[in-house]
């Protein structure tokens, strides 16, 4: 298992700023991974994050807008840059400790909302 | 790449009776199928797993049902509890990919 410690819990940002949200995780991880939660919407996968490798992003999510860092195998942060009220959501960070096709954990999210 | 299509949306059922939530898959590599409840302000906790091996898993009250030829499958509670109330998420992937999530199902169970 893991317990993930996701800061911060929320946040109201003026447009034009940028918010970076934390995540600490109790053992080495291989694999992070970084979703948004639109309000009563799924989970969408916004990129990858391992240790000494530079992110994988998924499609219409781009490296200037969320530049992601793993400086190692327990922590990581993401960066929501040049706010606008569109990237008004909830963000979650997740690891998979067993590795492909396990039980993923879930940070407790950070719901950022931009005015 | 993989998408999931998870039905029904929104789901009312009365303490005790089942809810049955189905999910669609469209990619025949994926070959771990989760299923994740979230409840309200909280993280999605998984609560029952099944793998492309087996047809069939039961946990108590939970069950899920996999199958692969037609790419569906299924999550099954019986004898509802308010505390069943939340939104439950499916999810698929292949052995190296990030799970891809269903839209979502909220359940709620009426006392």
């Known amino acids: 298992s893991a317990v993930i410690s996701q800061k911060p819990s929320r946040d109201i940002c003026q447009r034009g700023t940028s918010l970076t949200i934390q995540c600490q995780v109790d053992?080495?991880?291989?694999?992070m991974f970084w979703y948004r939660q639109q309000p009563g919407q799924s989970l969408t996968l916004i990129a990858t994050?391992?240790?000494?490798?530079?992110?994988?992003?998924e499609s219409g999510f781009v490296i200037d807008k969320f530049p992601i860092s793993r400086p190692n195998l327990t922590f990581s942060t993401l960066t929501v840059s040049n706010m606008s009220p569109e990237d008004s959501s909830i963000y979650l960070c997740?690891?998979?400790?067993?590795?492909?096709?396990?039980?993923?954990?879930f940070g407790q999210g950070t719901r950022l909302t931009v005015v | 790449g993989e998408n999931v299509e998870q039905h029904p949306s929104t789901l009312s059922v009365q303490e005790g009776d089942s809810a049955v939530i189905k999910c669609t898959y469209s990619?025949?590599?994926?070959?771990?199928f989760p299923w994740y409840k979230q409840e309200l302000g909280k993280r999605p906790q998984l609560i029952i797993d099944?793998?492309?091996?087996?047809g069939e898993k039961k946990d108590q009250r939970i069950a899920v049902t996999l199958n692969k030829t037609a790419k569906h499958f299924s999550l099954h509670i019986t004898e509802t509890q308010p505390e069943d109330s939340a939104v439950y998420f499916c999810?698929?992937?292949?052995?190296?990919?990030?799970?891809?999530f269903g839209k979502g199902t909220r359940l709620s169970v009426i006392a």
């Open positions: 997740s690891v998979v400790p067993g590795g492909w096709n396990t039980e993923a954990f």
């Open positions: 053992s080495q991880v291989t694999m």
């Open positions: 994050a391992n240790q000494g490798s530079e992110a994988t992003y």
């Open positions: 990619d025949s590599a994926s070959n771990y």
């Open positions: 099944i793998r492309s091996n087996v």
């Open positions: 999810a698929a992937s292949s052995g190296n990919t990030p799970l891809v």
